[in-house]
């Protein structure tokens, strides 16, 4: 029941933050740069296929002719004249991307509207202005984004002599021309076809061939607009006043569709497109894209959002599944895989004429990895913690310290000789007492007893080995170095004998008896390391210096202290400390191993 209910609440924590995420991209906070990133990716130069030239109103017709501004409509009507000269060599189709509104000079509109309408090849442009207003819907009213304020369309003689298209170009909402309005309608219901519609159905009327297909539009009649090239790719070498001096051979232009259009800075007929965010592409190079585009046919269709969504809910939940609990370096391999994956699936998506959100699945996989990632640290710093914890109880800090290391090798079996200073402790009397009292009360009374020699232990920084029923072992100078280790382990030793009385009054006053300590204390070279099976280890000390600790404590009376001349000698004017006269016999120890009784620590 508890592990179903854990594994409900990790389902729930992963259904809200995959959630979480989704909702963010649903709401458009990458929005800008996912458009960026996908412009970057999708928006690949491809040559064209060379049926399309531009004429330029650029800076060198200018300097020549003067201000556009101050352009009569005569020049562009010599312009349609010069294109149309030679019979064998017109243009299919010529696109004027210029508006021509209201009349000017009679004399100019007319021979303006002569030259257009007396070869038949040529297409004007016409604009609407949009903005938000309010438009009738049902019994009521509604405010629509996209309300038609106005329509500007050629002067009266032009719009009957030859065919229009409108040119408008409108940016998304980050500033960047990226799609095409393939038409809108007027309030009459007239259908208006965009310029560069226009110009590729003559161009194939013209060529025999078919109507183009038309590309996949939203609920507006816009369609994502592949570019097949940057700023500059399409032929800019031609001025308007090298076709006007002749300057520029004829069969340049036919059978071919020319579009004449502002091409100079100054004319402010500049966008910022999604083939290049760093320079801007004139109206006519827009047009000119569009126009390819649409006689190759090889249109994009964005994928719905909620369909994004919907996937990238789902790869969320398969990315915090492929993360959580995994090692670092797989997790960062099902990263690469799963952001670089989808990169791949987006081109390959976009090579079958379908657009997908780039930047989606690998933001929200990232962040789903690194809080993965920091999720699974603290989890194990935390476990780490409690371990730590747990096994300090049982195992001396010093020793948790290095098994929990970052060296692989301080859990291997095997130990290092080191001199130390091993301490014994043992209960006297405790046997006697135990068979009088209580099971309960014997356990509570050998824990205080051990309680103090744990706390006297750590409090000298001392290793505590093991608890052998009432016995302590400790020692010092492993596994760390320690200065002056052998003043430390008497100093723990006569802790432990001060801190003995208050418990033996106690026992006394409450049984009627009490017991004490017997300590051992010895200094010398030991093996110190991991004693055991790969399965079940233990940290300590063995060798003839610890036999020799354990054999003092052994027969040290109650509230007694034993050294050797180990201890002594290496502690010499810092202790006070009586010889026995008449020393125990140690086993294994030869005839005269002095033993001394340490009464005082001095410094």
Known sequence: MRRARHILFLWADALFLAGALTLLAGLGALRVPDLAVSDALYQQRTASDGEIVLVGIDQKALEELGPYSQWGREILAQALDALNAQEDCRPAVIGLDVLFVGETDPEADARLARAAGRYGNVIVACAAEFGSG?????DDYRLDGHRMLSFDQPFEALRQAAGQGHINAMLDSDGILRHHMLAFSLPDGTQVPSLALTLADRYRDVRGGESVDRPPTDVRGFWYLPFCGAPGDFDQSISVTDLLSGRVDPARFAGKIVLIGPYAAGLQ???????DHARLMYGVEYQANAVQALLWGDYKAEVGDNTQLALLFVLLLAALACFWRRPVKWSVVLWAALCGGWVLLCLGAYRTGRVLHVLWVPVGVTLLFAGCLAANY??????????TRTFRRYVAPEIVSELMGSDPDSLKLGGKKCDIAVLFVDIRGFTTMSE??????????LNQYLTLTTKCVMDHHGTLDKFVGDCTMAFWNAPLPQEDYVMLACRAAAAMAEGARPLEEMLQREYGNTVSFGIGVHAGPAVVGNIGAPMRMDYTAIGDTVN???????????????????????LAGRIRATPLKEPPRLKGKAAGFEILTLDAVLN
Not at 134 to 138: A, D, G, M, P, S
Not at 269 to 275: F, L, N, P, Q
Not at 436 to 445: C, K, S
């Open 134 to 138: 309010l438009v009738e819907y049902r």
């Open 269 to 275: 007929d500049g966008y910022v497109t999604a083939a």
């Open 378 to 387: 603290a989890q194990a710093a935390l476990e780490r913690q409690r371990v």
């Open 436 to 445: 009088a009292l209580e099971p309960e009360r014997v356990v509570e009374i």
């Open 548 to 570: 020799t600790a354990v054999r003092l404590e052994a027969n040290a009376p109650a509230g007694t202290i034993y050294i050797s001349r180990a201890v002594a000698d290496a």
